[in-house]
């Protein structure tokens, strides 16, 4: 494992976001979603697409608060742009199971 300093980890802006619309990504490689995030009043909404389509379904994402960075340059992903980096973690299945704050929080809020 190699370690980094504060600094390092001080460049990577991850914030909660809920959200607010979620729908099958019909043109991706991967069975994937698009989703539409909001990271409130001062980021707004942002899109993702994230291959998670195996433990959620786009009904019941909606309103879900995860955890993604957002200052990552945007990635053009087929025709979409990405605008943001959903955090999960890979289940014994290789499935994603999304990294989600336990408890409400306001939106944009940084992880610190």
């Known amino acids: 494992m190699q370690h980094i300093d ?8 991850l914030r909660v976001g809920k959200v607010i619309q979620a729908e099958v990504f019909q043109q991706a490689r991967k069975p994937a ?5 909001d990271f409130g009043e001062t980021l707004g909404i942002k899109k993702s697409s994230a291959q998670i389509t195996q433990l959620y379904s786009p009904e019941g994402l909606i309103g879900k608060l995860v ?12 025709p979409i ?4 980096l959903v955090t999960g973690f890979h289940n ?8 989600v704050p336990d ?3 306001p939106l944009g809020t940084r992880l610190l």
Not at 81 to 84: G, I, L, P, R
């Open 67 to 78: 955890l993604a960075v957002v200052n990552f340059p945007k990635k053009q992903i087929g």
């Open 103 to 105: 408890a409400d929080v």
């Open 6 to 13: 504060w600094s390092d980890f001080m460049k990577v802006e």
């Open 33 to 37: 979603y698009i989703l539409h995030i």
């Open 81 to 84: 742009q990405s605008e943001c």
């Open 92 to 99: 014994v299945e290789g499935h994603v199971a999304l990294c």
